[in-house]
């Protein structure tokens, strides 16, 4: 499975786009790209996924670099209701392993 | 409503108590997972289980151990805890074998050993 490198924490204005970095150099061209969030007091729960193409959904966009050694996720507008810790991950095999996230803080 | 349950949301133990902590889950997930999630450390693996009576350690399994009887429920047993093993536990359960779907996660048990 691949390292992957966050900075520890980030912080935004409420409205704002957020965009959150991950490096992973280490990937391997069948593994793909997870991100997960975990609100205060709560277990971590999906937000997206991808492989080679950039990807939508109803909470975030994901833009995987061309060489895919690096990742980041995209809050369009944060709201206060985004501030989580953000973890992303590369996996390719069934064990799924978290890196130290991204803490973000959102401000009104 | 998928779900994955954990038995209890908070658990006080006495030093040296074998403890169970309980994570049932409804999606006929082949995989499920242990954490424990320290501040600063993130999530480390405990163990996960890829089948029933299957198992592999994560990254830190030592204190721990698991028990898988019935695909739904995977159990983590603490021998005789220790203060150390103080910690929010989570769970989570997965589809086997498929990379592109994601895991679901229990609402943790926070585990204070006195």
């Known amino acids: 499975d691949a390292k992957t490198t966050q900075p520890n924490s980030m912080e935004s204005n409420e409205e704002e786009p957020v965009h959150l970095p991950c490096n992973h150099s280490t990937i391997s061209g069948t593994d793909y790209i997870h991100w997960y969030r975990q609100l205060p007091s709560q277990g971590p729960e999906y937000v997206i996924h991808g492989l080679t193409s950039n990807v939508n959904n109803r909470m975030a966009s994901l833009a995987i670099a061309e060489d895919r050694k690096s990742s980041t996720l995209i809050l369009h507008r944060a709201t206060l209701r985004d501030a989580a810790v953000y973890y992303c991950?590369?996996?390719?095999?069934?064990?799924?392993?978290f890196g130290t996230g991204t803490r973000l803080q959102v401000f009104p | 409503d998928v779900k994955v349950t954990q038995s209890s949301r908070y658990l006080v133990k006495r030093t040296g108590e074998k403890v169970f902590l309980e994570c049932v889950q409804d999606m006929d997930h082949e995989n499920m997972f242990w954490y424990r999630q320290d501040p600063g450390l993130g999530l480390r693996l405990i163990y996960f289980?890829?089948?029933?009576?299957?198992?592999e350690k994560g990254d830190i399994p030592e204190g721990y151990s698991v028990s898988r009887e019935k695909k739904e429920r995977f159990s983590l047993i603490l021998e005789s805890a220790s203060t150390n093993q103080t910690s929010m536990y989570l769970c989570?359960?997965?589809?086997?074998?498929?990379?592109?779907?994601?895991?679901?996660f229990g609402q943790g048990t926070r585990l204070t050993v006195v």
């Open positions: 991950m590369g996996f390719g095999t069934d064990k799924l392993i």
């Open positions: 289980s890829y089948d029933v009576k299957m198992k």
């Open positions: 989570a359960s997965r589809s086997w074998g498929v990379m592109n779907t994601e895991a679901f």
